[in-house]
Every structure is written in structure tokens, then in C-alpha cells.
């Protein structure tokens, strides 16, 4: 798969995996099943229904099977859009591959179990719009349980009361806060560690300010006091789920501040120099200090003809550092601005294939972070996507490598750069030290010095270096298309989807059979039987080849074989009647 949002969907991350208990994986099963036979609470089912009016954009822009159901592949990706907008969570076990899962608990890949089950459920014939959205209800539901299961864990930790003071219940909150954030183990903590660690927290968490505001607004919004004025803490647990849910809102803060901080050292929109990228380490907050082979495999560095090395703006950004280890079910990453422009085109187009002059009509309308709109798109990008369209019949698939690539070029610090499948792997430190035995950072800023020393020079004079800029993006024309869906089914929908949407294929389609027709009837009339199948053989052949309609083809190679077991009766029982009529005028 590509590295795209099909790259993040891959995100493995550095928390220890869970083995979680059998009861949760049958709890978490029985939901599901639940939802699925409408047999739930109010609020669970109304929650369903208000998932599915959310998803209903990009599920109408999703390939499809011939029944309108969507394969494995295209529920990942539809969960993965889901979770983002409305969570910023990047869900584990949501990682495309090329089989559906099957329902066996393995580690903390509950999403990915939860999915086989629901695919057990349905069958073979894909899976529809209720279905994804129970499943992604039943994927809330258990993520707010571990949720539940941490904040009660710091509540027994501070030995808090059922009615708390506000104090008690705001520490409580800022201690799941810090956990959230930093991944601190709460096994055997006792409660003067635990407010220890959350006063190193405050003083050291940058955007503390903004936490804390963010955590006195919910509670303001969420709490439940008694007559005494204490927190009911049963009453105001939807607090906790608040949190947990919308923390992405605050770390979408520090996302834009890494941005602009990137921009300000761009060479070219979308590409820092990977000496430029360094020395930032030495003037700024920020520890810019993965080494060159671990970028490289992030897909964030890119390296030209030239031996010049540049980073990759928004791949960096979305990539594995720059993540939030908050669950064992998911991660907050710096949000993929790209996926919102491309929630706009699908609401605009509601099918997975559209019109490059309409695609070119909507991009140019489209604003972004750092793109004013409207515009004109530049001459060279409205070729690149003719040439899209060119390669699949005219139209453009929106889920595919090519149009990510499009998008990269006329939003470069918006839309990552989709790398080829294998060419890039979001390895975590673990992964990489067990893999490669290499550190994946430089192991002290006199070490980052003397890397750009020795690229630059001994001045460390790096103005010079690769000082043509580069005149435009690097662009592959390999494609990939991981949403197309090919079975025995509908394969013809995995070979030329846009027929179904071609007016004009199905009227080529009926002239052609017109055209047969007629050379039927002018080889029955001539009586060769043998000829008209040996000929309509051959039209199927071509007809197979060049149009690929099977209607047509079926209807010739049919015509064919009756006209070749028809013909030798009608032309036997002709000759009779001539016999008859001749041996009729002989008596005469």
C-alpha cells in the first residue's frame, strides 16, 4: 500500500502490547452483534445513526462491489477518515492488507478482531453502510472502557470518595491528563509519586496552559455537583470520555506551531534542507535530531540526482516522532491536512471516480492552511491530471497513489508525499533498534554539528550547497489503487470502473450488436450456418478484447451457436420442399 493516509492508517506505536482478557474481546463482540440486530440502548442506537449520517460522504466515494457493499480494504480506510475527523485517533489494527481479518484476539489489535467478526457476520458480500458504523460504535465503546478503566485506577490511587471536592476532581483530571500524554505507568504508584509527577508535568509540559484550560472548560460543561457542592464523580465520568476523545483539539496546537516553524526554512514550498533541518535544533525549542537512515524510512527524506537531501515537510510532520502514544488502541498524530481537502472533493463528487476538468474546477475553488483559493492551477498540474485520467479511460480515481500525488503538488504542505509500497515503514525506536541496532536520533547536538560539518565542509558552509533549487517536485508514474475492488463478482468494476458511468459505452455497445444482428440475418438468409458461427466466433473475440461488454459478447457467441445447430434443419427442410414442388410440376 502506499504511504499515505494508507500511510498513517500503519502506525504501530511504542506502548507495550496488551494482552487483553478473553472477556473483553467477548464483551466487545457481544456489542457488535448487538448493534448489528438493532437490540441496544437508545443511546447507543442514536449514536449509530448519527455515525452513519457522518460517514455517508466518503462512503458514497468509495469503490464498491457490484451489490453497493464495501470490501475489507475500503471499511479500514472509511474507519480510519471516521476516527480522524471526529477523534484525531489514529486507530491500531486498522492497517491495510490484503485479506480480511479474522476474528482471533491477538494483542491489542481488538480493531482488527472486531472487524473479522463483523465480516463473519455478513458473508462474503461486503459490508454496508449500518454495518461500519455499528462497527465503529462498538470501537468507541471499548476505547472509553479503557478510558473509564485508567481514571478509575487514579481515583483508587488518590483514594477519592464518590463525592469529591473540586480540587480532588481537577487533580484527578490533570493525573489522566498526564497519563494520556506521557505514558506514565500507574502499576504501584502510590499517591505522593503520583502528585509528584504531575507537578514535574505542569511545570515542564509546554502547552500546560492550554491543558489546563481545556480541562477546566470540560468540567465546567460536564460536572455534576451535589447540594454540598462537591463533584458527583459517577455523574461527571463523561468528563473523562470528553478528554479522551478531543485531546487531538490541543495537540493540533503544537502540530501548528511545528509547521510554521518548517515553513519559515523551506528552500521550496513542501522541502527543507536536511542541513537546514538541523541547524534549527540550535536556535529553537524543537529537537530536530532523527538521523538521516531513520528519516529515510519514515518517507520523509528525499534525496535528488544531485546528492542534495531535503526533508519532507508534511511527511515529517505526520510522522511516527511527532506522535502521541495515548491508548492501546490508538495514537493522536499531527492531523493529515490533506484528508480534509479530500473530504471536501468526495462530498463534491460522492463516487470514487471523477472528471479531471471537474477535479480541476473543485481543486481550484479549494483553500487550504497555506493555498488561497479561488485560483488557477498551474498549466503543468492540469497536464498531470489529464495524464491520470488518460491512464484509467478518462477518469480519475480519487483513492489512488497518482491523485495523491497530485494533490502533494497543488497542496504540498498540506498533503504528504505517497511513497511506493516498501519504499517506506514507519518503524518505531523499538522496532528500529531491534531491526537495524541503530539509535534513531543523534545522540547529542555536538553529534548533529558535526553530521552537517561533515556534508557542508569544514567552514560548514552550506549556502552553496545544492543551491539550485528544485524546479519542481519529484513525480512517479507508478500507480496504485489499494480501494478497487477484484473478485469474480465484479472484476469488471476492478478493470474499468468508469464504464459503469460511461453513457456512451453502453450505446457503442447496443450499435455493435445492431451491427451483428444484421450480419446474421444476411448469412440466414444466404443459409450458411457453418460460416455465420465460425464468423460471430470471432466477433466475440474482438468484441472481448476491445469492449469488454459481456452482454454483447453473450448475446454473439449465442447467436452464433443456434444459428450453427438452426441453420442445417431450415436448409435441410428446404431442400425437401423443393424436392416436393419438383416432383409435383414432374407429374404435372
Given at each position: 500500500m502506499f504511504s499515505l493516509t494508507l500511510m498513517l492508517i500503519s502506525i504501530t506505536t511504542t506502548r507495550q502490547a496488551t494482552a487483553w482478557p478473553q472477556a473483553l474481546a467477548?464483551?466487545?463482540?457481544?456489542?457488535?452483534?448487538?448493534?448489528?440486530?438493532?437490540?441496544?440502548?437508545?443511546?447507543?442506537y442514536d449514536k449509530l445513526q448519527q455515525h452513519r449520517n457522518l460517514m455517508q460522504s466518503t462512503y458514497s466515494a468509495l469503490p464498491k462491489h457490484s451489490n453497493g457493499n464495501l470490501g475489507h480494504q475500503s471499511i479500514r480506510y472509511l474507519l480510519h477518515r471516521f476516527f480522524i475527523e471526529q477523534h484525531g485517533w489514529y486507530i491500531k489494527g486498522l492497517e491495510p492488507s490484503t485479506e480480511a481479518p479474522a476474528p482471533q484476539m491477538s494483542s491489542y489489535w481488538l480493531p482488527s478482531y472486531l472487524q473479522g467478526v463483523l465480516q463473519q457476520h455478513v458473508g462474503e458480500n461486503g459490508v454496508d453502510l449500518h454495518a461500519v458504523a455499528a462497527l465503529a460504535v462498538s470501537l468507541e465503546y471499548i476505547i472509553g472502557r479503557e478510558a473509564t478503566s485508567r481514571f478509575n485506577?487514579?481515583?483508587?490511587?488518590?483514594?477519592?470518595?464518590?463525592?469529591?471536592?473540586?480540587?480532588?476532581?481537577?487533580?484527578?483530571?490533570?493525573?489522566?491528563?498526564?497519563?494520556?500524554?506521557?505514558?506514565?505507568?500507574?502499576?504501584?504508584?502510590?499517591?505522593?509519586?503520583?502528585?509528584?509527577?504531575?507537578?514535574?508535568?505542569?511545570?515542564?509540559?509546554?502547552?500546560?496552559?492550554?491543558?489546563?484550560?481545556?480541562?477546566?472548560?470540560?468540567?465546567q460543561k460536564g460536572a455534576q455537583l451535589t447540594d454540598q457542592g462537591s463533584v458527583d464523580v459517577e455523574r461527571s465520568a463523561q468528563i473523562v470520555q470528553t478528554l479522551n476523545s478531543q485531546f487531538y483539539q490541543l495537540n493540533d496546537r503544537q502540530c501548528r506551531d511545528l509547521k510554521k516553524l518548517l515553513i519559515s526554512s523551506e528552500e521550496v514550498p513542501g522541502r527543507i534542507k536536511l542541513t537546514s533541518f538541523y541547524n534549527m535544533t540550535h536556535f529553537t525549542d524543537w529537537d530536530f535530531d532523527e538521523t538521516p537512515a531513520y528519516l529515510r524510512r519514515l518517507g520523509a527524506l528525499e534525496e535528488a540526482e544531485s546528492g542534495v537531501q531535503r526533508v519532507i515537510t508534511t511527511n515529517y510532520i505526520q510522522s511516527?516522532?511527532?506522535?502521541?502514544?495515548?491508548?492501546?488502541?490508538?495514537?493522536?498524530?499531527?492531523?493529515?491536512?490533506?484528508?480534509?481537502l479530500m473530504a471536501h472533493l468526495e462530498g463534491n463528487l460522492s463516487a470514487p471516480l471523477a472528471d479531471s476538468e471537474l477535479l480541476l474546477q473543485l481543486a481550484a475553488a479549494l483553500p487550504s492552511d497555506t493555498v488561497t483559493a479561488p485560483r488557477k492551477i498551474p498549466k503543468s498540474l492540469q497536464d498531470r491530471l489529464k495524464q491520470i485520467a488518460d491512464v484509467h479511460h478518462g477518469q480519475v480515481p480519487l483513492h489512488g497513489r497518482l491523485f495523491a500525488q497530485w494533490m502533494h503538488h497543488a497542496f504540498p504542505r498540506e498533503c504528504?508525499?505517497?511513497?511506493?509500497?516498501?519504499?517506506?515503514?514507519?518503524?518505531?525506536?523499538?522496532?528500529?533498534?531491534?531491526?537495524?541496532?541503530?539509535?534513531?536520533?543523534?545522540?547529542s547536538h555536538e553529534h548533529i554539528k558535526e553530521f552537517v560539518r561533515?556534508?557542508?565542509?569544514?567552514h560548514g558552509d552550506c549556502e552553496t550547497l545544492g543551491s539550485t533549487k528544485p524546479n519542481d517536485l519529484p513525480w512517479s508514474t507508478e500507480?496504485?489503487?489499494?480501494?478497487?475492488?477484484?473478485?469474480?463478482?465484479?472484476?469488471?468494476?476492478?478493470?474499468?470502473?468508469?464504464?459503469?458511468?460511461?453513457?456512451?459505452?453502453?450505446?457503442?455497445?447496443?450499435?455493435?450488436?445492431?451491427?451483428?444482428?444484421?450480419?446474421?440475418?444476411?448469412?440466414?438468409?444466404?443459409?450458411?450456418?457453418?460460416v455465420?458461427?465460425?464468423?460471430?466466433?470471432?466477433?466475440?473475440?474482438?468484441?472481448?478484447?476491445?469492449?469488454?461488454?459481456?452482454?454483447?459478447?453473450?448475446?454473439?457467441?449465442?447467436?452464433?451457436?443456434?444459428?450453427?445447430?438452426?441453420?442445417?434443419?431450415?436448409?435441410?427442410?428446404?431442400?425437401r420442399n423443393e424436392a416436393w414442388k419438383e416432383s409435383k410440376l414432374c407429374s404435372v
Amino acid at each position: 500500500m502506499f504511504s499515505l493516509t494508507l500511510m498513517l492508517i500503519s502506525i504501530t506505536t511504542t506502548r507495550q502490547a496488551t494482552a487483553w482478557p478473553q472477556a473483553l474481546a467477548d464483551d466487545a463482540k457481544q456489542h457488535l452483534l448487538a448493534l448489528l440486530a438493532s437490540n441496544t440502548s437508545h443511546e447507543s442506537y442514536d449514536k449509530l445513526q448519527q455515525h452513519r449520517n457522518l460517514m455517508q460522504s466518503t462512503y458514497s466515494a468509495l469503490p464498491k462491489h457490484s451489490n453497493g457493499n464495501l470490501g475489507h480494504q475500503s471499511i479500514r480506510y472509511l474507519l480510519h477518515r471516521f476516527f480522524i475527523e471526529q477523534h484525531g485517533w489514529y486507530i491500531k489494527g486498522l492497517e491495510p492488507s490484503t485479506e480480511a481479518p479474522a476474528p482471533q484476539m491477538s494483542s491489542y489489535w481488538l480493531p482488527s478482531y472486531l472487524q473479522g467478526v463483523l465480516q463473519q457476520h455478513v458473508g462474503e458480500n461486503g459490508v454496508d453502510l449500518h454495518a461500519v458504523a455499528a462497527l465503529a460504535v462498538s470501537l468507541e465503546y471499548i476505547i472509553g472502557r479503557e478510558a473509564t478503566s485508567r481514571f478509575n485506577t487514579i481515583r483508587k490511587t488518590f483514594d477519592m470518595p464518590r463525592n469529591a471536592t473540586v480540587e480532588q476532581f481537577i487533580e484527578a483530571l490533570s493525573a489522566f491528563m498526564m497519563v494520556f500524554h506521557e505514558d506514565v505507568s500507574l502499576l504501584a504508584v502510590s499517591k505522593p509519586e503520583l502528585q509528584q509527577k504531575i507537578t514535574f508535568f505542569r511545570a515542564h509540559y509546554e502547552y500546560w496552559k492550554q491543558a489546563s484550560d481545556f480541562i477546566n472548560d470540560e468540567f465546567q460543561k460536564g460536572a455534576q455537583l451535589t447540594d454540598q457542592g462537591s463533584v458527583d464523580v459517577e455523574r461527571s465520568a463523561q468528563i473523562v470520555q470528553t478528554l479522551n476523545s478531543q485531546f487531538y483539539q490541543l495537540n493540533d496546537r503544537q502540530c501548528r506551531d511545528l509547521k510554521k516553524l518548517l515553513i519559515s526554512s523551506e528552500e521550496v514550498p513542501g522541502r527543507i534542507k536536511l542541513t537546514s533541518f538541523y541547524n534549527m535544533t540550535h536556535f529553537t525549542d524543537w529537537d530536530f535530531d532523527e538521523t538521516p537512515a531513520y528519516l529515510r524510512r519514515l518517507g520523509a527524506l528525499e534525496e535528488a540526482e544531485s546528492g542534495v537531501q531535503r526533508v519532507i515537510t508534511t511527511n515529517y510532520i505526520q510522522s511516527l516522532p511527532n506522535c502521541i502514544d495515548s491508548s492501546n488502541f490508538f495514537s493522536v498524530c499531527c492531523r493529515n491536512e490533506c484528508e480534509d481537502l479530500m473530504a471536501h472533493l468526495e462530498g463534491n463528487l460522492s463516487a470514487p471516480l471523477a472528471d479531471s476538468e471537474l477535479l480541476l474546477q473543485l481543486a481550484a475553488a479549494l483553500p487550504s492552511d497555506t493555498v488561497t483559493a479561488p485560483r488557477k492551477i498551474p498549466k503543468s498540474l492540469q497536464d498531470r491530471l489529464k495524464q491520470i485520467a488518460d491512464v484509467h479511460h478518462g477518469q480519475v480515481p480519487l483513492h489512488g497513489r497518482l491523485f495523491a500525488q497530485w494533490m502533494h503538488h497543488a497542496f504540498p504542505r498540506e498533503c504528504p508525499y505517497p511513497h511506493t509500497s516498501g519504499s517506506a515503514h514507519p518503524f518505531t525506536a523499538n522496532e528500529w533498534m531491534q531491526q537495524k541496532g541503530e539509535a534513531i536520533k543523534f545522540q547529542s547536538h555536538e553529534h548533529i554539528k558535526e553530521f552537517v560539518r561533515s556534508v557542508c565542509g569544514s567552514h560548514g558552509d552550506c549556502e552553496t550547497l545544492g543551491s539550485t533549487k528544485p524546479n519542481d517536485l519529484p513525480w512517479s508514474t507508478e500507480e496504485e489503487l489499494p480501494l478497487v475492488i477484484v473478485n469474480h463478482q465484479d472484476s469488471s468494476q476492478a478493470i474499468s470502473s468508469d464504464k459503469a458511468d460511461n453513457p456512451s459505452l453502453s450505446l457503442q455497445s447496443l450499435a455493435i450488436l445492431v451491427v451483428v444482428l444484421g450480419v446474421l440475418v444476411n448469412m440466414v438468409m444466404n443459409r450458411s450456418g457453418s460460416v455465420a458461427f465460425q464468423f460471430l466466433r470471432g466477433i466475440a473475440v474482438v468484441l472481448f478484447i476491445y469492449v469488454a461488454d459481456p452482454v454483447v459478447v453473450i448475446v454473439t457467441l449465442g447467436a452464433g451457436l443456434v444459428i450453427s445447430k438452426v441453420l442445417p434443419y431450415i436448409q435441410q427442410k428446404s431442400k425437401r420442399n423443393e424436392a416436393w414442388k419438383e416432383s409435383k410440376l414432374c407429374s404435372v
